[in-house]
């Protein structure tokens, strides 16, 4: 019998919301990737999109080094920027386990200051069962 591996749902990701018409904000995702249900992001000064928030300041994303967002559905945005639903401002409890980061963000102290940046907005990651 073949074995089915579940995709994370959102109840796996989000743990505690205060009142998601209060919590949540339809934003811009930037074009050109696939983002996970997670995907912690960052928001671009320029134009306002949002994109995964990498561990340093990247010319033409200025702004998204600073994680402000946690999208709440997987986007397919590789046809070009796409709105999408994500949690902007607390309180919200999220399971620290569910996060997608980017790929820059590879050491514990760089995850801990994206931890310490959602946390400003009210966005609280958290181990959880």
């Given at each position: 019998?073949?074995?089915l591996t579940?995709?994370?749902?959102l109840g ?6 205060f009142?998601a018409?209060?919590?949540r904000?339809v934003v811009?995702?930037?074009?050109g990737?696939?983002y ?22 990247v010319?033409?994303?200025?702004g998204?080094e ?11 945005a590789?046809?070009g920027?796409t ?9 919200v409890i999220l399971?620290?386990?569910?996060l ?6 590879d050491?514990p102290?760089?995850r801990?200051?994206k931890?310490s ?6 966005l609280?990651?958290r181990?959880?069962?």
């Open positions: 019998m073949p074995v579940m995709q994370p749902t796996d990701l989000l743990k505690l919301e009142d018409s209060y919590c904000e811009t995702l930037k074009g990737s696939h996970a249900l997670g995907s912690v992001l960052g928001r671009i000064t320029a134009n306002g999109h949002y994109c995964l928030s990498p561990a340093a300041q010319v033409g994303d200025e998204a600073i994680a402000s967002a946690v999208l709440l559905e997987p986007i397919d590789s046809g920027d709105l999408a639903v994500v949690a902007v401002r607390g309180p399971s620290q386990a569910a997608v980061f980017d790929a820059s963000v050491l102290a760089e801990t200051a931890f940046q959602l946390a400003t907005a009210g609280v990651a181990v959880t069962a």
